[in-house]
């Protein structure tokens, strides 16, 4: 049976592009597992791995595909297996630091049109995760819509709402109850005709819950929220995209116990600051000693929560490290702390002396 990969999301471009290379098969990736892929194509779904000129090819780690891409690929003689040849230029592509100390980054999903960012109404609800998820959201070429789930375990939905308001400028924000099913038909409003969503957020938020929900049957395992200390489990355990049966295709991806931001947009994300800091009179301005500041006379004036300042500082920090290796981190570290090496030195043997005494 013939394919029709407009239902995952194939567009008249994606057409075009493939059109230049007839010799070639388009897919999309639909699994990952470490570097075995699954990928859908016309003619069905196949394996996948990467031929090795490709691998030689992509020297950087967020160059491979990852679930969302739109890959060309050669079928075998016995359709059991593609070769992925060619990875076709990403929309968009929802990315975040890997865990540890690599500085490396780590495709969370490519070519997804809105980001539902996935938070529960009990103890895991936190206003500042909910401002790393949005900064790295509008970095990454989609539109974020904040969901918050198990809202029949909140007695206080209202509150929660005005906590999150500052925070979720020019955002959609929905709220859901898997046992009684509110929300769901709010999230199926935003997928539509061929379009691609992504659920992100913390493990036990309620994530594959709301999936089935949109999928209309139980697909995917899902797993209550330990009541001891409201902390999730690990449910799924790898990226898969699932097409939905009123139309648009979705992305199901794991749990983030730590969300490292790789790179994000402060401007979208902290637009309220970001508005008072063109009213400052240093075009510098950092907002913090400067005169004539707007940002700190907006806090001044309690227009401004110092709280949102300061993540808004620390975020602008962990980005301009980003991009550095290890060492490089680490240089830029003992410049903002002491000015040079040397002068850490000088510190240290201070320190040391006096202990000595």
Same mark, same amino acid.
């Given at each position: ?22 010799? %070639? ?33 992509? !020297? ?31 929309? #968009? ?5 890997? *865990? $540890? ?19 529960? %109404? ?22 974020? *819509? ?11 939905? #209202?509150?929660? %709402? ?52 949109? %999928? ?5 395992? !899902? ?13 799924? !355990? ?16 794991? $749990? ?29 301005? !950092? ?71």
């Amino acid at each position: 049976m013939k394919i029709n990969l407009k239902q995952y999301g194939l567009t008249e471009h994606l057409e075009q592009l493939a059109a230049a290379t007839p010799q %070639l098969a388009l897919a999309r990736v639909t699994e990952q597992h470490r570097e075995a892929y699954q990928v859908i194509s016309a003619s069905g779904v196949l394996p996948a791995e990467v031929v090795g000129k490709l691998r030689h090819e992509l !020297t950087v780690a967020t160059d491979f595909p990852a679930v969302g891409d739109w890959v060309l690929v050669t079928i075998s003689p016995d359709h059991q297996l593609a070769l992925i040849q060619r990875v076709l230029p990403r929309q #968009s592509v929802l990315e975040r630091a890997a *865990v $540890g100390k690599t500085g490396a980054g780590q495709i969370i999903a490519a070519n997804v049109d809105t980001i539902f960012i996935c938070m529960s %109404l009990n103890a895991n609800f936190n206003v500042h995760r909910i401002e790393r998820y949005l900064t790295m959201a509008w970095d990454s070429g989609a539109v974020p *819509v904040v969901v918050l789930t198990k809202a029949d375990l909140c007695a206080d939905v #209202s509150t929660k %709402l005005d906590e999150l308001a500052t925070v979720t400028l020019g955002v959609d924000v929905v709220t859901c109850s898997a046992q009684t099913g509110t929300g769901i038909d709010a999230l199926k409003a935003y997928v539509t005709g061929n379009q691609t969503v992504s659920f992100i957020g913390s493990s036990g938020v309620g994530k594959s819950t709301l999936i089935n929900g949109l %999928l209309g049957h139980d697909v995917l395992d !899902t797993q209550a929220i330990r009541t001891d200390d409201d902390k999730g489990r690990h449910t799924t !355990t790898s990226r898969e995209l699932l097409r939905l049966p009123t139309g648009g295709v979705v992305i199901d991806t794991p $749990g983030m116990r730590e969300l490292q931001v790789q790179g994000g947009d402060l401007t979208k994300a902290f637009t309220d600051i970001t508005t008072l800091a063109d009213q400052c009179k240093f075009r510098n301005c !950092t907002h913090q000693t400067e005169p004539g500041c707007a940002v700190q006379a907006a806090i001044a004036a309690g227009e401004l929560d110092a709280s949102r300042l300061a993540s808004y500082h620390k975020l602008q920090l962990e980005l301009s490290y980003s991009d550095m290796s290890a060492r490089e981190r680490e240089n830029a570290k003992i410049q903002r702390f002491f000015g040079s090496k040397k002068e850490m030195k000088r510190t240290m043997d201070h320190v040391q002396r006096i202990r000595r005494r």
